[in-house]
């Protein structure tokens, strides 16, 4: 039988530093993923609540989420890197972000969408 602990804060042992459990729960990061992005390969290093990801081309990722967002309303952070070069990732504005899966583009100095070697992407929101 599994156990449930209930609690509305939570504080060290000498009760010196509490954190309401809201804080906590709002405050986690719901998806993460540290992956390795190159053409036509899209290895996950490491992730949570990440079921896979989808390579759309150069420059496009898409992360499918393994336990769906609450709605289409959340926040995400990422970033993108090569040894040497200057890149940018952003959410794709030609696609609709769902409550399973968003993408991401990364592109180059000049515009132009490229793969790069390191891709991690984070999601804060409420789980559904």
Same mark, same amino acid.
């Given at each position: 039988m599994a156990s449930i602990l209930r609690v509305d804060t939570l504080t060290d042992a000498s009760s010196n530093n509490s954190v309401p459990m809201s804080t906590v729960n /709002?405050?986690? =990061?719901?998806?993460w $993923? @540290? =992956?390795t992005i190159a053409t036509n390969t899209h290895?996950?290093?490491d992730s949570f609540n990440v079921t896979s990801l989808t390579d759309g081309g150069a420059g496009i990722t898409s992360v499918v989420i393994n336990n769906d967002m %609450?709605? %289409? %309303?959340?926040a995400v @952070? /990422? $970033?993108i890197g090569i040894s040497g070069a200057r890149c940018f990732a952003n959410l794709n504005a030609n696609s609709d972000v769902t409550t399973g899966s968003y993408k991401m583009n990364s592109t180059n100095h000049a515009g132009g969408f490229e793969d790069y070697d390191v891709f991690g992407s984070s999601i804060h929101g409420d789980l559904a």
């Open positions: /709002a405050g986690t =990061a719901k998806v $993923c @540290s =992956a290895t996950i290093q %609450d709605n %289409d %309303d959340y @952070s /990422a $970033c």
